[in-house]
């Protein structure tokens, strides 16, 4: 059975930083590609990054520079280090898994296979 469960998320203010993990269990980590992605209050669910075996990581512009993702496979953990946060960036975080295809690079929430419960990212003074 595949779990996801994202943790580290909480109030920061502008400019600090917060380090997100996604504890992935059920599922071989390095078979699979996992994405961050966040959402925000009467907001469409967003692509915030990916990894993956097949080409690497990705970012989109709203966040290059600023997040890094990770993975340890062997804690079977995807990290999501974030940097001068913005107030913009509050929203629910979640990870997911997405085992064959483009959907995490393309940036398309419903091509994910699994999600976690996601965890609450807050930036502000």
């Known amino acids: 059975q595949v779990q996801l469960v994202e943790s580290g998320g909480g109030l920061v203010q502008p400019g600090g930083s917060l380090r997100l993990s996604c504890a992935v269990s059920?599922?071989?980590?390095?078979?699979?590609?996992i994405g961050w992605f966040r959402q925000a209050p009467g907001k469409e669910r967003e692509r915030v990054s990916c990894?993956?075996?097949?080409?690497?990581?990705y970012y989109p512009d709203s966040v290059e520079g600023r997040f890094t993702i990770s993975r340890d496979n062997a804690k079977n953990t995807v990290y999501l280090q974030m940097n001068s946060l913005k107030p913009e960036d509050t929203a629910v975080y979640y990870c997911?898994?997405?085992?064959?295809?483009?959907?995490?690079?393309?940036?398309?929430?419903?091509?994910?296979?699994?999600w976690g419960k996601g965890t609450l990212v807050t930036v502000s003074s």
């Open positions: 997911a898994t997405e085992y064959y295809g483009s959907s995490c690079l393309h940036g398309y929430a419903s091509g994910m296979d699994d």
């Open positions: 990894i993956s075996s097949r080409y690497g990581t």
């Open positions: 059920g599922f071989t980590l390095d078979d699979y590609t």
